[in-house]
């Protein structure tokens, strides 16, 4: 496959790091951007790629970054909205208003203001590109006390599909992966091998474990690729069958 520019938002983190290292792996030219400044000259370094900081819920500081981006590596082919608060949760009855609006600003206004930013300069620039989001099952199945998350990822699910139908025109294909738990280094350090909070997760999936970082990687690489060359507006769930529960 050709070499493409590759943007992978919150690519310091855990699932963003393995996303970015499978593209790099694919011979595509990899551009990590997130707001952990030590954790992106970190990550660049191991990985070999470029880095970049960046808040997502910034739009200014988003356009200054995508033209720095483009001026040195021509426009994104390749958007990964990766960057999310998963960490904020609450019940119903406790979780504060302002930190709905913590979750709601990045994970949904974040990826929106990414989305319309590369959008616009791949149209400007005549390139069909590709976007995938990385949702979540928690969009389609409750867990008490995860809500204000997973309104996010529903409304992730609905920003994918807004953005397929109307970018179809121009080329360009948007889907989302769909993960379930996925055992992350910070995951694995919360919920130890054979903790009771392990167990409980690994018991609600048919194919009994968490996702690894690299099933969520490989199924962003199909989607961003060719052999999804037809597939748009789509939510692809990497979930060892947990919605079939
Ligand atoms: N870990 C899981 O079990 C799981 C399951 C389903 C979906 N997801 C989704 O996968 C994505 C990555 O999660 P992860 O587990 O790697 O988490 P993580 O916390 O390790 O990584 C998230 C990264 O996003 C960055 N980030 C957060 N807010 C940002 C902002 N405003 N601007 C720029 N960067 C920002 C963080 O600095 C961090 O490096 C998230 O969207 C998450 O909702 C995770």
Redesign the pocket.
């Known amino acids: 496959m050709r070499t493409r520019t590759v943007l992978v938002?919150?690519g310091?983190?855990?699932?963003?790091r393995a996303v970015a290292a499978a593209f790099t792996a694919a011979g595509d030219t990899v551009v990590i951007?997130?707001?952990?400044a030590p954790?992106v000259t970190e990550t660049a370094r191991a990985l070999g790629v470029r880095g970049r900081v960046?808040?997502?819920?910034d739009p200014d500081a988003i356009a200054r970054e995508l033209d720095a981006v483009q001026a040195e590596l021509g426009p994104v082919e390749v958007l990964v909205n990766?960057?999310?608060?998963?960490?904020v949760h609450g019940s119903l009855l406790d979780l504060a208003g302002s930190d709905l609006d913590t979750i709601l600003r990045?994970?949904v206004v974040?990826t929106f203001l990414m989305t319309q930013e590369v959008a616009r300069r791949m149209i400007g620039a005549g390139v069909a590109g590709t976007v995938v989001n990385?949702?979540?099952i928690?969009g389609r199945q409750p867990t008490p006390g995860m809500g204000g998350?997973e309104s996010s990822?529903a409304a992730v699910d609905a920003l994918t599909r807004w953005a397929a139908i109307e970018l179809a025109a121009h080329g360009i294909r948007v889907n989302a992966v769909a993960?379930?738990?996925?055992l992350?280094e910070?995951?694995a350090l919360g919920m130890p091998e054979g903790s009771p909070q392990r167990k409980a997760w690994e018991d609600r999936i048919p194919l009994r474990r968490l996702a690894a970082v690299d099933d969520v990687a490989a199924a962003t690489v199909f989607l961003a690729g060719d052999g999804a060359a037809h597939i748009t507006g789509t939510s692809l769930p990497v979930d060892g069958g947990q919605l079939l529960t």
Do not use: Q
Request: proline share 5%; net charge neutral; glycine share 22%.
């Open positions: 938002t919150g310091a983190g855990g699932i963003g951007a997130d707001r952990d954790r960046l808040d997502i819920t990766n960057a999310g608060l998963l960490t990045t994970n974040g990385i949702s979540s928690g998350y990822k993960p379930g738990p996925v992350t910070m995951l």
